[in-house]
C-alpha cells in the first residue's frame, strides 16, 4: 500500500519447557552469542503444571545466519533444556497463507476479506472453501478462488477428502473456519492441529439446537459472546485462544441480539487470527499462553 512502511524483517522464537533456574540466561545467553537484538520479550510460568513459556522476537539482520540456521542452532538448546517438541522458529519475511472454509453465514469472511484488503490483516487468502456457493461472488470479488464442495449426507466422508486435497495444496499457516457448518473428523482434526481456527457464538453448551438466540432471548441473558479456539476432536471444546462479550438489553429483539453476535465473532475471531499468525498463541495440553 502506498505509504505504508514495510515492517522490520524478525525472527520470532516461541519456547516453552519444563520450569527451572537459567532458562532465561540460556536463551538470551545463546542470542548474545550470536550477535541476535532481542526487540521482545516475554515470559509466563504455570505454577500448576511448572511449565515455563516464553516468547523472543529477534531482529533478523542482527544474526549472522538465517532461519533454517537458527532453528538448527537453537535446536540444540532446545533439547538442553527439554523443550521437546514444544518450541519453534518463524520467520516474517516468509508470507503468512490461510485458507477459510464457509457455509452460509457471512459475516465473518466479509470482515477477514475487508481487513486483507486494507492491509490491516497480514496474510495471504489462498482459497475460500464452501460447503454451499452463496459466499463465491464476495470471494472472487477480492481476486480469491472459491471451490463448492458440496455436503450430501451419504457422500460427507467424500466430501471432507476433497477439502484435505484443497486445503493442502496450499500448506497454509491457518486454516479458518469462518462460521463453517461441519464437523471436521478426527483425522483431519490431527492433520490440522494448531492450524485449524474456529469461532463460536457463547450460547453452547447452553442453547444447543435449532434458534439459539431465540432461546436466549426467551432467557433473557444480559452478554453475548464468542470463542476462538483451535479444533480439536472434541467439538467446540479446543484450546481457547481468545474471547470476548458484548452486553444485549431487554429491549433488544432477537434480530439485535443476532447482530450484536455477529459483530463479536467477526471482532474475536480476527483478533485470535492475527495473534495465531504472529505466533504469539502457545499450546500446552487444551490451554494456551497468549503473549
Known amino acids: 500500500m502506498p505509504g505504508v512502511t514495510a515492517p522490520e524483517h524478525r525472527y520470532v522464537i516461541t519456547f516453552g519447557c519444563p520450569d527451572r533456574t537459567g532458562i532465561i540466561a540460556r536463551i538470551s545467553g545463546f542470542l548474545a552469542e550470536h550477535g541476535g537484538w532481542i526487540v521482545e520479550a516475554a515470559y509466563h510460568t504455570d505454577p500448576d503444571t511448572g511449565w ?11 544474526l549472522p545466519f538465517g532461519a533454517a540456521e537458527l532453528r538448527a542452532r537453537f535446536g540444540e538448546v532446545a533439547a538442553e533444556l527439554s523443550a521437546e517438541s514444544s518450541w519453534q522458529v518463524s520467520d ?43 459466499l463465491a461472488d464476495i470471494t472472487r470479488a477480492h481476486g480469491i478462488p472459491f471451490h463448492h464442495v458440496p455436503f450430501p449426507a451419504d457422500g460427507k466422508q467424500e466430501a471432507f477428502e ?16 469462518a462460521r463453517f457448518m461441519q464437523i471436521l473428523p478426527p483425522d483431519l482434526c490431527r492433520e490440522w492441529a494448531g492450524r485449524a481456527i474456529n469461532i463460536h457464538h457463547s450460547f453452547l453448551p447452553s442453547f444447543i439446537g435449532a434458534k439459539p438466540y431465540h432461546q436466549a432471548h426467551t432467557r433473557g441473558v444480559k452478554l453475548v459472546g464468542a470463542t476462538c479456539h483451535y479444533v480439536t476432536a ?27 453476535g ?30
Open 162 to 177: 476433497q477439502v484435505r486435497k484443497l486445503v493442502d495444496e496450499h500448506d497454509p499457516h491457518a486454516v479458518v473456519l
Open 234 to 260: 472434541d467439538l467446540d471444546a479446543g484450546p481457547i485462544i481468545e474471547q470476548d462479550v458484548i452486553r444485549v438489553d431487554h429491549g433488544d429483539s432477537v434480530e439485535d441480539m443476532v447482530r450484536k
Open 262 to 291: 455477529r459483530d463479536i465473532e467477526k471482532v474475536t475471531l480476527a483478533r485470535g487470527l492475527r495473534w495465531h499468525l504472529e505466533n504469539r498463541v502457545l499450546v500446552h495440553g487444551n490451554r494456551t499462553v497468549v503473549f
Open 92 to 134: 516474517t519475511g516468509e508470507r503468512r497463507r490461510a485458507v477459510i472454509l464457509v457455509s452460509k453465514a457471512g459475516h465473518c469472511l466479509y470482515d477477514l476479506l475487508g481487513r486483507v484488503a486494507s492491509g490491516e490483516l497480514d496474510v495471504d487468502i489462498a482459497a475460500v472453501i464452501g460447503n454451499h456457493d452463496s
Open 52 to 62: 515455563f513459556f516464553t516468547r523472543q522476537v529477534v531482529r533478523a539482520d542482527s
